[in-house]
């Protein structure tokens, strides 16, 4: 039946097939196929994974992180140094320009950052930049970054996530037009962007640097959330690369020949964020009680959810931060196993022997979703689940217009869990518990800048965040890839794609 549908799928794609269609080698180009739209190119106010892949590309961090020796490389910057425990100086590399051609100084790197660290410039996430006092020019291609206590992952926070924009272009068009019309230094440059495609071309004046010059002239990227249908567009030639592909679709399509699938991991973590502080649903919200809490963790069958829906590709968590990141003590987590019976006990204790309703939200992953709403219903809690894109839903429980939220939390990639457990314990619009004592454990684990020390922290904080069941942790994400199997390809270790190492083989 699966290759019965997808043959169909495939001869209908066929006929359907736009010029876009034949990029490939003849002409060095290529086709990539995304499952949500882009709200916005502006680096800074998308946390959406295709936000984050779209910066990469178009923008430069001043530094780079190494993934294969974990240590840091320049890009914008070619050196950099600690001058006490809260200030880093950079030199900036000269000679790089903007892709309108403006050239890039330490104006561009202050204003920036100096933007994006107000309160009110509208930044989806706050902790990104929170923790910058200032930034000073020192000279044409010299700054200096001061944070406002120790901070030791200062430079995982810069090179993972802090993109740098052209002042004088920026303060012209306004932070909206930008959003729409970015211009970066990065190995591509974007041409257009109407509706659901966008297309992205070889930045031939770029720099180099740790990323390397892009290897493909230029890409068209396209908004496909039907997986069906990207799969059909795959084997008709009218696209070249997508991921997100669920795992039984990957484990059946390494038969198809011209394709190549393939697993790869990632930093993202699946967690279910439980209204703690009761902003949805009011003083009588039944999250309140750490009892009706500590039900919900035991109503949920996290394994049976990783063998059944992601073919046993990804790591059942304990905690809000993945085992990679630096601090991420799993061991220090209070854990509860899958027991219905142990779930209906606890929330007969908390007075709701009969149950109550709850409001839900998630995103990509229907059957996930829906397994969890089926797990809860099991135990008399009525989910009602309402799909939608990240950033919409992601917005929701920012609002506090959500009982519940199920999604994914990728750090933006970076390899500390001051971007994950203290993301959400820092009273900002996505901390949904309030809890002061982890907030100032894990205040002090950011800002420790003895090693072991941070480890204590954060192991505390994780304890007591667990004993509190704030959430329900899940599993890691394991991302599926898909592509034509001529086009080179590597899945990086953080989850990332890098555009710019996509390439068609020699013939």
């Not at 001043?62 to 880093?88: F, M, Q």
């Not at 942790?473 to 990086?492: A, E």
């Amino acid at each position: 039946m699966f290759n019965k549908t997808l043959l169909q799928c495939a001869l209908v794609a066929t006929l359907g097939l736009s010029a876009a269609a034949y990029a490939g080698p003849q002409d060095n180009t290529a086709v990539i196929a995304l499952t949500e739209e882009m709200p916005s190119f502006d680096a800074y106010l998308s946390t959406a994974r295709e936000g984050i892949v779209a910066s990469k590309q178009i923008f430069d961090t001043l530094i780079e992180r190494d993934l294969a020796s974990g240590e840091y490389t320049a890009s914008l910057a070619t050196a950099w140094r600690r001058i006490n425990d809260k200030t880093w100086e950079f030199d900036l590399r000269q000679g790089v320009t903007f892709h309108n051609g403006d050239a890039f100084t330490a104006d561009d790197v202050v204003f920036t950052l100096t933007h994006y660290a107000r309160p009110d410039s509208g930044a989806r996430s706050t902790s990104w930049l929170d923790w910058i006092e200032r930034v000073e020019k020192v000279d044409s291609h010299k700054v200096r970054i001061v944070s406002k206590a120790a901070f030791p992952a200062a430079l995982e926070f810069i090179s993972g996530s802090l993109s740098i924009f052209p002042k004088a272009y920026f303060e012209k068009v306004g932070q909206p037009a930008f959003g729409k019309q970015p211009i970066g230094t990065g190995p591509f440059k974007l041409a257009s962007a109407r509706g659901n495609e966008y297309i992205l071309e070889k930045n031939k004046a770029y720099f180099g640097g740790a990323k390397g010059n892009a290897k493909l002239d230029r890409i068209t990227v396209r908004v496909i959330p039907d997986e069906s249908t990207r799969i059909a567009e795959l084997m008709g030639g009218g696209v070249d690369w997508t991921w997100n592909v669920s795992a039984d679709q990957i484990n059946q399509l390494q038969a198809v020949p011209n394709l190549k699938s393939q697993f790869g991991s990632t930093l993202t973590i699946a967690t279910i964020l439980l209204d703690a502080r009761g902003r949805a649903s009011g003083e009588s919200s039944p999250l309140k009680d750490v009892k009706v809490r500590q039900a919900i963790n035991h109503a949920i069958d996290r394994k049976k959810i990783v063998d059944t829906l992601l073919g046993g590709e990804g790591r059942l968590l304990t905690t809000l931060c993945h085992p990679l990141q630096f601090g991420c003590d799993e061991a220090a987590a209070v854990t509860y196993d899958y027991n219905p019976a142990k779930a209906r006990e606890l929330l007969a204790q908390a007075g709701y022997p009969k149950g109550f309703k709850v409001s839900l939200s998630s995103f990509r992953d229907k059957p996930r979703a829906e397994a969890v709403k089926a797990y809860l219903a099991a135990v008399g809690i009525d989910a009602n689940l309402e799909m939608l894109q990240s950033r919409a839903s992601f917005s929701k429980w920012r609002e506090g217009k959500l009982d519940l939220w199920y999604g994914d939390w990728g750090s933006s990639s970076m390899f500390d869990t001051s971007a994950s457990l203290s993301a959400f314990f820092n009273f900002s619009p996505q901390d949904g518990f309030y809890d002061a004592e982890i907030r100032d454990i894990v205040k002090l684990a950011d800002n420790a800048i003895d090693p072991a020390a941070r480890k204590a922290a954060y192991g505390r904080a994780i304890k007591l965040a667990s004993e509190r069941a704030y959430f329900v942790p899940m599993h890691t994400i394991v991302v599926g890839y898909v592509s034509d199997k001529r086009l080179q390809y590597v899945p990086s270790p953080d989850g990332i794609p890098r555009y710019y190492q996509l390439g068609w083989a020699a013939k």
